[in-house]
């Protein structure tokens, strides 16, 4: 049996009429092999279709071993041997012809110009990725778009051919193909050809627009994620409404955004830094009122406390505490789960991970340490029963 591909020479076919060849359970969903199909399998870095087989759902298209289409499907499975309806999802489709086919154009490019070759492809939800085996400059990478979107300009006609492998090695392919036998070849006039199994537009105009979103290094080369058509408006839009809302909020004009952020992350850099300088401040004060208050135990004069603060309050505290020789800080959270700090003036001996060790090993949590300071959180208990656990530890 041999699947009969009609999106190989018609991919804007929407709807087919096919015959059912067999079908077998797999998990919660069925396995339908046709005689024909539109629904394209993954494969070459594009996703499968989607749409409706009959009454049912597909949910998945992929190749098996011997090189048939299989259609994953949820719902009333077909019967062998009756002519079941296919409908593809064009919306889907339509925007991976799209993608597809703006690939073809900056690869092409990218190539020509700066002899950037691509290496591999994907196709994903949100946006589309080629990893070129150079790195490019931003210049150059914004000197390849306008070119890509200059062929989408011109209009130019997408074709499908074929050729036979001996054919096909004299031929100017892009890339050299690794399949044998006859070719199905991609090409844009006067700028690609490629041996391509995927979706295509009829035009490059279809394409509506190229544009790079991004990239990065990546194994020795470069990964550049790019949108088209309907992906490139979307993301336009978004970006645009972003702008909008913080050019409102921060009452600039669209030109001094930048500079807007950059003032912002300075100021808030030295309110953190203020911010800090004061805590550290106030931590001074209060630990002198608390070590005034301290307990009296063979270990030193221990401070027990219960704050409300997070981890850092806690160490800023624990630290001024134990500035004050002969001292020992257990200070715990009001929060429950618990955080607590355990730490020791450097005159003292005792090993606070070792009594955050024993905390964990009664209330749970995670933590750890050092002799002279340790902490620890996800205390399954209450303030105060952490605090008599910690006495008990320490009266040893």
């Excluded at 090189?67 to 999802?89: M, Q």
Aim: aromatic share 6%; proline share 3%; glycine share 8%.
């Amino acid at each position: 049996m041999s699947t009969e591909r009609l999106y190989y020479n018609h991919p804007d076919i929407r709807t087919f009429d096919a015959s059912v060849l067999r079908a077998e359970t797999r998990g919660a969903h069925t396995a339908v092999w046709l005689d024909r199909t539109a629904f394209y399998p993954t494969s070459g870095g594009q996703p499968f279709d989607t749409g409706r087989l009959g009454d049912a759902n597909v949910v998945d298209v992929e190749d098996d071993e011997s090189g048939d289409v299989v259609h994953l499907v949820a719902g009333a499975s077909p019967e062998i041997g009756a002519t079941v309806h296919g409908a593809i999802d064009w919306n889907r489709r339509f925007d991976h012809m799209q993608q597809h086919t703006g690939q073809h154009v900056l690869s092409a490019v990218l190539e020509r110009a700066f002899g950037a070759r691509t290496i591999s492809f994907h196709l994903g939800a949100d946006s589309c990725t080629i990893d070129v085996d150079r790195q490019l400059s931003s210049a150059q990478i914004a000197q390849g778009e306008l070119a890509a979107n200059q062929a989408v300009w011109l209009d130019l006609p997408v074709t499908i051919r074929y050729a036979a492998e001996e054919e096909a090695r004299a031929l100017p392919l892009r890339k050299e193909s690794a399949r044998t036998g006859t070719l199905r070849l991609i090409e844009i006039s006067g700028l690609d050809l490629s041996a391509c199994g995927g979706t295509h537009v009829e035009r490059t105009g279809v394409i509506g627009q190229i544009a790079v979103a991004s990239w990065e290094r990546f194994k020795g080369g470069q990964r550049i994620e790019f949108l088209c058509g309907g992906r490139a408006l979307a993301r336009f839009q978004q970006l645009r409404d972003i702008s909008a809302a913080s050019i409102r909020l921060l009452s600039v004009l669209p030109a001094e955004l930048p500079a807007a952020i950059e003032r912002m992350q300075t100021d808030a850099k030295e309110q953190k830094r203020i911010l800090s300088t004061v805590q550290s401040d106030l931590a001074t004060y209060e630990a002198a009122a608390m070590v005034a208050r301290a307990e009296a135990l063979p270990v030193g004069r221990v401070v027990f406390q219960v704050l409300d603060g997070d981890a850092v309050r806690l160490r800023t505290l624990a630290t001024a505490l134990t500035a004050h020789p002969g001292v020992v800080a257990v200070l715990v959270s009001t929060a429950v789960p618990a955080l607590a700090v355990v730490a020791r003036s450097a005159d003292l001996a005792v090993s606070c991970n070792e009594v955050v060790s024993a905390l964990l090993k009664e209330f749970g949590g995670r933590g750890g340490g050092k002799p002279d300071l340790a902490q620890c959180g996800g205390l399954q208990a209450p303030a105060d029963l952490i605090l008599a656990s910690a006495r008990a530890r320490l009266m040893r």
